[in-house]
């Protein structure tokens, strides 16, 4: 099925979209460091560029769209250009799971936030986001005190 706007048109509207910077990652990211925890955002030397890592506790973030990383509650494939959607999507999906199972055969937390969660219930998901490298921090913590004289 063909385009319903015009290939320049289509184009200006695909490179206003942003990978990183989204409204997404800065509101969690601002709240975070209120928080007083540190981090490196798009870390293009981490496998997969976590939106946020904090290496010092192996914790890597994932901020997922619903429409890019197809969401099961939210994501519908557009009826235009249906296959080449439809194996986009799937290609993403594919390299969330490799990317989340990379990390976890290496020993880091892996968070992945779906954007209807942070929309939802703002404070739930920094709360659990917050948690998780609580865990990760102790866990450093007493790995450390293990390997001491």
């Given at each position: 099925m063909a385009?319903?706007?015009?290939?320049?048109a289509r184009s200006k509207n695909m490179s206003a979209i942003r990978s990183k910077g989204t409204q997404l990652e800065?509101?969690?990211s601002k709240e975070l460091w209120?928080?007083?925890?540190?981090?490196?955002?798009?870390?293009k030397a981490l496998f997969g560029k976590?939106?946020?890592?904090?290496?010092k506790f192996k914790v890597v973030i994932f901020l997922d769209s619903c429409f890019w990383h197809g969401c099961d509650i939210h994501y519908r494939i557009p009826k235009s250009n249906y296959d080449y959607w439809f194996n986009k999507i799937e290609r993403n999906r594919a390299r969330?799971?490799?990317?989340?199972?990379y990390y976890?055969?290496?020993?880091?937390a892996v968070i992945r936030i779906w954007d209807h969660?942070?929309?939802e219930d703002f404070d739930t998901v920094v709360n659990r986001i917050e948690q998780a490298i609580q865990a990760r921090r102790l866990?450093?913590?007493d790995h450390n005190h293990d390997h001491k004289p």
């Open positions: 385009d319903k706007i015009s290939k320049e800065d509101r969690v209120r928080r007083g925890y540190r981090f490196r955002k798009n870390v976590p939106d946020i890592a904090i290496k969330d799971k490799e990317v989340t199972l976890q055969q290496h020993g880091w969660e942070v929309k866990d450093v913590r």
